[in-house]
T-cell receptor, first 108, second 113 residues
């Protein structure tokens, strides 16, 4: 089993819809969690850190479920500019491990 | 605040040649990472430094890859000799401390022919 798993997609979603991604991690000792966004041929950019209590940044909401070992990302009122690959990252033993990413296409 | 700087942006070499990549992290960031990202995959951690010491290099193919971080600031990653399967984007990232979020440079796109 891979340490960090994501559904690769692609998710094809009409503009304005709500979309949610999950990411599961295998090591219960993982301590911090992140969502990154990566545009085609660009570097990953931090979208948001994920806190135990859940956190929201505008249209984006991240949640952590330690019992089931997954994190989620919810995007509301999706925009064409949200089209990208979303990478889940987990800090385990002071190393940041990435999933393969989920591709999102927002359709006009 | 200046971001993570990497050079070169692109490199094409023949197999069995050597190549080196350079990274300058964000000022004050003690932790530096080198990742390899193959097309369609997530970044794979190659090596992690804390200041000028190696924290983890378990995924670094040490028969051909080497990295150093002299004086705890800049870092270089070298491949010698390169193989076709080394074609990838090599990303450098830095963070303030080991549990904090990492910030990436633009990467070096390596093509081995």
């Amino acid at each position: 089993r891979k340490e960090v798993e994501q559904d690769p997609g692609p998710f094809n979603v009409p503009e304005g819809a709500t979309v949610a991604f999950n990411c599961t991690y295998s090591n219960s000792a993982s301590q911090s969690f992140f969502w990154y966004r990566q545009d085609c041929r660009k570097e990953p950019k931090l979208l948001m850190s994920v806190y135990s209590s859940g956190n929201e940044d505008g249209r984006f909401t991240a949640q952590l479920n330690r019992a089931s070992q997954y994190i989620s990302l919810l995007i509301r009122d999706s925009k064409l500019s949200d089209s990208a690959t979303y990478l889940c990252a987990v800090n385990r033993d002071d190393k940041i491990i990435f999933g393969k990413g989920t591709r999102l296409h927002i359709l006009p | 605040e200046a971001g993570v700087a990497q050079s070169p942006r692109y490199k094409i070499i023949e197999k069995r040649q050597s190549v080196a990549f350079w990274c300058n992290p964000i000022s004050g960031h003690a932790t530096l990472y080198w990742y390899q990202q193959i097309l369609g995959q997530g970044p794979k951690l190659l090596i992690q430094f804390q200041n000028n010491g190696v924290v983890d290099d378990s995924q670094l193919p040490k028969d051909r890859f080497s990295a150093e971080r002299l004086k705890g600031v800049d870092s270089t990653l070298k491949i010698q000799p390169a193989k076709l399967e080394d074609s990838a984007v090599y990303l450098c990232a830095s963070s303030t401390q080991v549990k904090a979020e990492a910030f990436f440079g633009q990467g070096t796109r390596l093509t081995v022919v």
